[in-house]
């Protein structure tokens, strides 16, 4: 079964500059997605960034980007120019892109983000 | 506007007392999905349906029951909710196959009292 590690419960970043949030996976498979989920305090959690695993460019949106390892299973997000609206619960997030299971959505334990002003 | 919405926000029910859990979605998507998310941990998928194809997680208890009565609608049921039960619950929807993004909605908190 695969699995999503965050070690990191908690992080925090003053306005303006630059986190970095850590992911790392655990799969015998080669063909999969990885996800960013952002669940920002009583609100829904919306995607921010995604990577197919046989991309080798790193996926870019605006001022998130990842960094994936495919041989260390390692994708990390970097948040620059971080803004107030950040503050949130970041989930990495895991899925298969092959065999029957390819619809669940795993999940690690998620990272809560501060902003501090 | 809200594309996945879940009602209520808030529940609480009584140690024991069935409670159902809904999901409306907008988007016309062929898979619905429930997670249960307790504090400090990973959402938890209960099951899911593709289309009117249900699947369940192995390790979902029996208690946690749902309905897809069409595209629109998904329902958790919780037929006797325990002090263990209390959580947060999240309906998603995706496309179904080959999607690459999963769309949620701001979930119930359920307490049991």
């Known amino acids: 079964a695969q699995t999503v590690t965050q070690s990191q419960p908690e992080m925090s970043v003053q306005e303006a500059e630059t986190v970095t949030l850590s992911c790392t996976y655990d799969?015998?498979?080669?063909?999969?997605?990885l996800f960013w989920y952002k669940q920002p305090p009583s609100r829904q959690m919306i995607l921010v960034i995604r990577q197919e695993a046989y991309k080798q460019q790193n996926a870019t949106e605006n001022r998130f980007s990842v960094n994936f390892q495919k041989a260390a299973k390692s994708f990390s997000l970097k948040i620059s120019d971080s803004q107030l609206g950040d503050a949130a619960m970041y989930f990495c997030a895991y899925r298969t892109n092959s065999g029957g299971s390819n619809y669940k959505l795993t999940f690690g334990k998620g990272t809560l983000l501060t902003v501090n002003p | 506007d809200a594309m996945v919405i879940q009602n209520p926000r808030y529940q609480v029910t009584q140690f024991g007392k069935p409670v159902t859990l809904s999901c409306s979605q907008t988007l016309n998507h062929n898979v619905m999905y429930w997670y249960q998310q307790k504090s400090s941990q990973a959402p938890k998928l209960l099951f899911h349906y593709y289309d009117k194809d249900f699947n369940n997680e192995a390790d979902t208890p029996d208690n946690f029951q749902s309905r897809r009565p069409n595209t629109s609608f998904c329902f958790l049921d919780i037929r006797s909710p325990g002090l263990g039960d209390a959580a947060m619950y999240l309906c998603?929807?995706?496309?179904?196959?080959?999607?690459?993004?999963?769309?949620f909605g701001q979930g119930t908190r359920l307490t049991v009292v």
């Open positions: 799969t015998s498979e080669s063909d999969y997605y």
């Open positions: 998603a929807t995706s496309r179904g196959r080959g999607w690459t993004e999963a769309f």
